[in-house]
């Protein structure tokens, strides 16, 4: 059983570069979400899909973009990487809104 | 606007019980979570109150008043694998949770 699987585990970007995470789902969850957790902040919401086809702005979307082409599948892009962008990515899905998440491993990013 | 609250840090000794609260301010509310997280991992499951009371699950319970704006989750007879991070979250208006900053409990021998 997968789960969420999120690919890379682990990056190391320079300033300026662009990189996409990937999060995929074999649960037929409708709801996918992608956080960054950094020391002390807790979990914040990226952005978030109530569906294939959709995305919606969370907590902290300035300088990510997100897309859903595929109901399984849920893309975080960096356009232009910056050490503030440095943290632990965690990609989640559920099958509702008041559903519990499931949540991948994690992708470690820093940035230089 | 919406708030949620937890200690930051607790420790408690291997067999015991300890309580681990949360407190939250929303225009709207649904549902509040517990998640268990390890270091280095991803945060898991552990409860879900919709109504007010006592929700038990084995060693676990969690506990919500909305009135109050309060929660708090329980753990008993307390093992060394218990030490994690415990993050609170509340579904309001909308269709996301709003995390805590979570409480990193420490068990000791």
């Known amino acids: 059983n997968a789960g969420v699987t999120q690919t890379p585990k682990f990056r190391v970007l320079k300033t300026g570069q662009s990189m996409t995470l990937l999060c995929a789902q074999d649960?037929?969850?409708?709801?996918m979400y992608w956080y960054r957790q950094d020391p002390g902040m807790g979990l914040r919401l990226i952005h978030y899909?109530?569906?294939?086809?959709?995305?919606a702005k969370g907590e902290v979307p300035d300088g990510y973009n997100v897309s859903r082409l595929k109901k399984q599948n849920f893309l975080l892009g960096l356009e232009s990487a910056a050490p503030s962008q440095t943290s632990v990515y965690f990609c989640?899905?559920?099958?509702?809104?008041?559903?519990?998440?499931?949540f991948g491993d994690g992708t470690r990013l820093s940035i230089l | 606007g919406q708030n949620i609250d937890q200690p930051t840090e607790m420790t408690a000794t291997e067999g015991a019980i300890v309580q681990i609260n949360c407190t939250y301010q929303t225009s709207g509310f649904n549902g509040l979570f517990w998640y268990q997280q390890h270091a280095g991992e991803a945060p898991t499951f552990l409860s879900y109150?919709?109504?007010?009371g006592l929700e038990e699950k084995g060693r676990f319970s969690s506990f919500l008043s909305r009135s109050k704006g309060y929660s708090y989750l329980l753990l008993k007879e307390l093992q060394m694998k218990d030490s994690a991070s415990y993050l609170c979250?509340?579904?309001?208006?909308?269709?996301?949770?709003?995390f805590g900053t979570g409480t990193q409990l420490k068990v000791e021998l």
């Open positions: 649960m037929n969850h409708e709801y």
């Open positions: 989640a899905s559920s099958f509702l809104r008041d559903q519990p998440q499931h």
């Open positions: 979250a509340f579904t309001g208006g909308g269709n996301k949770l709003t």
């Open positions: 109150n919709v109504l007010d």
């Open positions: 899909s109530v569906g294939e086809g959709t995305t």
